[in-house]
Every structure is written in structure tokens, then in C-alpha cells.
């Protein structure tokens, strides 16, 4: 009998340790302290205008042969003295030695002020990333001084993926913020508000935003107050581990999910994905192991989209592949629950991918079949079809066969699939912590004696293996005989 557990709530996990905080500075009508006569000191004074500061530039008289196109720019032509830092917001220097940049740096942290020395990390308050600027919507990128070159390369890669026009809506979002705040709506209003936003927005990045895309938005807004939508059901597909292989559509679920159900086998680096404010609940199912029941995870489920969240029922693989997704579609349906299902990268593929053959091919097999390696009572399924099992065009995926493949071997032998027949066990499939046995189905499970006691474990059967190395494992292991 195999325990149960219930299910558990999980805090997200920590923020990492960070170097710097990123944080943004308003400068409209305040007056920054810059000094020095640098090609980088003009390139500072340009940004700081461009933030709306006043800049008093204390440079040596004709230090810049062009003069500055911004009347924010005010050339001082003198020194700067102590009594300059007084009301400042920042100050920012370039000198040529460490003992003027020290000066500079005390007198502003004497006045309270935040100081940046140009290429001297040692005496910074704050630092200046690699800046994407689709303003209102800017983007710094930072590597707390350590490599400049390498955050410009990053920024440039930002630069090419977000079109421009995504300042226009950026603007949008601006102006329009003030209709949406004016009723003091609930936050899960105002967010579904600005999701439905960054819906139009993403779709259609190089379009200007009208007086159109308001009406329309702020209409659905209205409707929205005088009936809070309800909640809804996602059933989606974290893939085999690896949390590139996510889909585009998995990953908006995530960052819209109020509540996300996770199975064990959902690596903890999908779930860092997810919008931090969701919470999380671990309803995971462990082979032969503490598992919670099924009808306790499809109440769970209804309850928290009858209060009106969004709930995502997050799934290793693809949900629909042995995933209990029919009885969590049914127990929505009958609550009136809107569901909606979203497919995921399966373990099979995973594996086989990262392994580098085609579960299908010519000839060799025309046709997949999943088969679980246990049932209910963790032992070999009774109604399973040993005929289908022994087919010499087929490739066979079994999951979760860990404790039964000795049995499922001898049965699948004795009813006629040849001992020959190349086989991989694989275990953690796409992480980094996969690894996998090849042998000749009649070796297999003795060729799994080393292999974890833990983790996601599948068994692929058929002559499209033969392109991995089957010397991985030597010829001569005991082998496994049909009765």
C-alpha cells in the first residue's frame, strides 16, 4: 500500500545574494555635481540631461572644444569646491589619481551625497550599467564593474530582441495608469488590467497605441468591476527538467498564476520562473513512495479557482502522458471550472533528443508506444499488452519502471521480443544530472545496478537505439531469460 502525504505549501525560494541594487534615480529638476574633462565625463553629462537633471560641470577653462547642445549642461570653468555638494541629488567624478578621486569622493559622502568616480569601483556609492532605453521602459545591466565589455554584449542582445516601438506603449501604460488608479480597484483587477496590456502590446510591439486600444481596454476593466472574472485552471507542461525547453505559453501561465500545483518532478529551476507573489503547493506523487492522493489534489484545485484565482496545475513532461489529467479536467468541469490545457515537452522526447536518435524511422519502427511500468498497487500493470511489447517496429517508452523492469524484461522475453533488442534506461532526463545505461534488453536491468535510487527514471526498447554505444555496457552481464 503506498502512503500518502497532503499536500504541502512552499515559500519561492529566496533571491540569490546580489552585488549591487538595481535601482532607479529621479533627477527632473534636481542638480547633479559632475567633475572632470573626460570623453567619459561628457558622455555622463549628455545621460544625466537626458534624465532631466541640472548638471553643474566643474572642468578646467576650455577643457571641451564643442560646446553642449543641452542647456541643462551649465560648464562652471572652475574647481569644484565642498560647498558645491550641498543640495546635490549625485555626484560624479573622473580625476587622473586616486588621491583627487578620494577627495571628491569624502567631500560628497561628507554632504550625504551618492558618489560615482568613472573607472575607480573602489570609491563608488553606486555604478552605471549598459543602458537599453526604450523610455518610459529602460533597462540597465550591471557586472558590479567587473566587465564592462561583457554588460555592453549583453545590452546589445537586449537591444536586437525588443523592438522600439515598445517605447510607444511604455508611454502608454504612463498615461493611461491614472484611468485605471482612479477607482482604487482591487490589485488582482488592476493586474488583470495591465496583463490584457502587455497582451496587445507583445502582439503587436511596433504599432503606436490610440485612443482605440484605451476605449477598448478600459471597457473590459469596466465589465470586470461590475463582475470580477473567475478563476480558471491551466493543466501545463514543465518538460523533462531542463527549463529551456519550457514553452512560451507555459511561461506566461506562470508569471499570471495566483496558485501553482507542482508535482515533485518539477525541477526548482522552472518554478524560479513563476511569478514570485504565486503561491506554491506541492501535491508531487513519489513512485512507490508518499504521494498525494488524486481526489485531495482535484478538490484542492476547484477550491482555489472557485475563490477566483488562477490556478496552474504544473506537471513534469506533458500533462496528457501519464499525468492524471482526464480526472482534474473532469473534477472543473463538473465544478463549472474553465480549464485549459498546455502542453509540454515529454520525457521520451527529452531523452532522446539529448541522446541524439529519432523514436520513429523507417523500417525500423513506424510506430511509439507509452506504457507506465507500474499500476496503482505499484506492480506490473495486469492488462498490459506483452504482444504490442514484443513488435519489432515499435519503440517503447515505459515510465516509471524502476522497481518492475526485472518483470516487465522476462515478460516482454517470454512473449516473443527478442533478447537483442537495444534498450536505455535514462534517469533525470535533460538535467544536468541525467545519466543512462544502454545494454541489450536482456541486460538492462543488471546494467542499472549503480544507477540513483532517486529521480525520474524511463526505459526506451527498440532498434532505433542502435545508434548510441551499446559497448557503454560490456556484452558479458548476466542476462535475463524468458520463462
Known amino acids: 500500500m503506498i502512503p500518502h502525504r497532503a499536500p504541502t505549501s512552499q515559500p519561492p525560494a529566496r533571491i540569490a545574494p546580489l552585488a549591487t541594487l538595481p535601482v532607479f534615480h529621479k533627477l527632473q529638476g534636481r542638480f547633479v555635481v559632475l567633475a572632470g574633462h573626460s570623453d567619459g565625463v561628457r558622455w555622463k553629462a549628455e545621460l544625466l540631461a537626458a534624465a532631466g537633471a541640472e548638471v553643474r560641470l566643474f572642468a578646467p577653462p576650455g577643457a ?14 572652475r574647481p569644484w569646491k565642498p560647498a558645491d555638494f550641498a543640495g546635490a541629488a549625485l555626484a560624479i567624478g573622473d580625476f587622473e589619481t ?47 564593474g567587473a566587465a564592462p565589455v561583457f554588460g555592453q554584449a549583453i545590452r546589445a542582445r537586449i537591444e536586437a530582441m525588443l523592438p522600439p516601438g515598445l517605447a510607444h506603449w511604455a508611454a502608454a501604460a504612463r498615461d493611461w495608469r491614472r484611468y485605471v488608479q482612479a477607482s482604487r480597484p482591487a490589485y488582482a483587477l488592476r493586474r488583470l488590467f495591465w496583463e490584457r496590456f502587455t497582451e496587445r502590446a507583445m502582439a503587436e510591439p511596433e504599432r503606436r497605441p490610440d485612443a482605440g486600444d484605451r476605449r477598448d481596454l478600459l471597457r473590459a476593466f469596466a465589465r470586470d468591476r461590475q463582475a470580477p472574472p473567475a478563476g480558471r485552471v491551466s493543466l501545463v507542461g514543465a518538460g523533462p527538467g531542463d527549463p529551456d525547453l519550457l514553452t512560451l505559453k507555459a511561461l506566461r501561465a506562470l508569471h499570471s498564476a495566483d496558485v501553482i500545483l507542482h508535482d515533485d518532478l518539477v525541477a526548482p529551476e522552472i518554478l524560479d520562473l513563476a511569478r514570485r507573489e504565486s503561491e506554491r503547493i506541492r501535491v508531487g506523487k513519489t513512485g512507490h513512495g508518499p504521494s498525494c492522493r488524486q481526489g485531495d489534489i482535484s478538490a484542492l484545485i476547484v477550491r482555489e479557482a472557485l475563490a477566483g484565482k488562477r490556478v496552474v496545475r504544473l506537471k513534469g513532461g506533458d500533462p496528457l502522458i501519464f499525468g492524471r489529467a482526464t480526472e482534474e479536467i473532469d473534477a472543473c468541469r463538473r465544478a463549472g471550472v474553465a480549464v485549459d490545457i498546455i502542453p509540454g515537452i515529454s520525457s521520451a522526447q527529452g531523452a532522446a533528443a539529448v541522446l541524439g536518435f529519432s523514436l520513429t524511422e523507417r523500417k525500423k519502427a513506424r510506430r511509439i508506444q507509452y506504457v507506465t511500468g507500474h499500476g496503482e498497487d505499484g506492480l506490473l500493470p495486469a492488462d498490459m499488452n506483452w504482444a504490442a511489447i514484443a513488435d519489432p517496429v515499435t519503440t517503447t517508452v515505459v515510465y516509471m519502471p524502476r522497481r518492475t523492469l526485472e518483470g516487465f524484461v522476462r515478460e516482454a522475453l517470454a512473449a516473443g521480443l527478442a533478447p537483442a533488442t537495444p534498450a536505455v534506461a535514462v534517469v533525470n532526463a535533460t538535467r544536468p544530472t541525467q545519466i543512462h545505461r544502454c545494454a541489450r534488453i536482456d541486460a538492462l536491468p543488471v546494467a542499472l545496478g549503480d544507477l540513483p535510487e532517486t529521480g525520474p527514471m524511463l526505459v526506451m526498447i527498440g532498434a532505433v537505439i542502435r545508434e548510441i554505444q551499446l559497448t557503454d555496457i560490456e556484452m558479458n552481464l548476466p542476462l535475463i531469460a524468458a520463462e
Not at 571641451?64 to 570653468?77: G, T, V
Not at 560615482?116 to 518610459?136: E, M, T, Y
Request: contains cysteine; hydrophobic residues 50%; negative net charge.
Open 64 to 77: 571641451f572644444a564643442e560646446p553642449f547642445a543641452d542647456a541643462r549642461i551649465r560648464l562652471q570653468d
Open 98 to 144: 586616486d588621491d583627487q578621486a578620494g577627495a571628491f569622493a569624502a567631500a560628497a559622502r561628507k554632504a550625504g551625497i551618492p558618489v560615482n568616480l568613472i573607472d575607480r569601483p573602489a570609491f563608488c556609492d553606486f555604478q552605471f550599467g549598459a543602458i537599453v532605453n526604450r523610455s518610459p521602459l529602460v533597462i540597465s545591466i550591471s557586472t558590479d
